[in-house]
């Protein structure tokens, strides 16, 4: 009755413990990767005054003027090379348009285990072959793996810095070994910077657009404005790739929601150095407090740990921790292993502490 594509799309582990959250009168949810603060009540006020206007019905499938010519001065400021590029529903909307147009059944896509669940799904849906770099355990990218796995045969190569869900930054040097490895087979970097603006310890963030013209550059302003549920994105391209996927936009989302696009102009280039600040002393209490009970690597970015399960199996352990009200994401949803297991530390700092608790008296076995 159904096709084979849609057969190998299966439901979020994330989404399935949230639905088991959902259902306890006092979770500590660990689980979900969503920011701990809200819109901005200025952006709120530009979206209501919006809508209170009449900015209601469609616009253009590449996204209103202002805000693409406001984004592509921005990515240039960044000395990024971009070309072009247009508004889409969040990040997940760029990546479902690249994928579909650029990548075809049998083409080779190279992208880094763990990784952020959409990127299998999509080589799913486009019957693509799948190869993983494998960056366990401490979430770093090889040159042997890169030898191994890129050649001639590549289509796509998907990055994600810093990485959902392990919080892994990549350094220079890895990206330009991707940017070496891409640019001898001719091949795309899709790179997923939907965490860039959150890079704890005044470390760096390099994207490959700094260095090579086929990066396709998706983001959004779901982390860094507070505001997944607004579903507010972008992909940028070469010219004739945003000329090509418009149409395809046009046929599944017609367009990015009309007043969001007018309140995501005052998102671009927002200061977030209070949140970043923040979370990074998030990271640091969690840190700091599981270190010495796990193996686990420190993240550099986003706001994710991704610890090894005592024992090697996430689940056994994650049970442990539902009995006890903790919601943890098991590993397999981001990777071929189940080895590990996602914390989330974007929560309230009761719920953290609260969290670090539990955490360290199961590695103890209490």
Known sequence: MF???????????????????SQVTDPIDMSIGQPDFDVPDHIKEACVNSIQA???????????PELRQKLLSHLHARNLIVEDLLITSGAAGAITLFF?????????????????LNYRHMITLTQAV?????????????????DRLIGPSTKMIVLNS???????????????????????????????????????????FVSPAQFYEKTLIVDSFSKSCGMPGWRLGYGTAPKEVVA???????????????????????????DVSSDRERLQKKRDL??????????????EGAFYLFPEAPGGDCYPFIEKALEKNLFLSPGDTFSRRSSNFRISYAVPDETLVRGIEILQSLARGA
């Open 130 to 146: 799948p190869r993983f770099l494998d960056t366990y355990p401490d979430f770093r990218i090889r040159p042997e793996e890169v």
């Open 244 to 270: 090509e996927i418009t149409p395809l936009q046009q046929y599944l989302y017609s367009c990015a929601p009309a007043p969001i696009q007018k309140a995501g102009v005052l998102c671009v280039g927002r």
């Open 162 to 204: 810093p990485g959902n869900p392990t919080g892994a930054l990549h350094s220079e040097e890895e990206v330009q070994l991707i940017v070496e490895a891409a640019r001898k087979h001719d091949c795309w970097i899709l790179s997923d910077e939907v965490y860039h603006d959150f890079v704890y310890d005044n470390v760096p």
């Open 3 to 21: 096709t084979k594509r849609i057969k190998g799309i299966e439901p979020s582990g994330i989404r399935r413990i949230l639905e088991l959250a």
């Open 54 to 64: 009449g900015f209601n019905r469609y616009t253009s499938s590449l996204g209103i």
């Open 100 to 116: 579909l147009a650029l990548v075809e059944e049998g083409d080779e896509v190279v992208l880094t285990d763990p990784y952020f």
């Open 286 to 299: 969690v840190y700091e407090g599981l270190k010495d009970y796990y193996q686990v690597a420190k993240p």
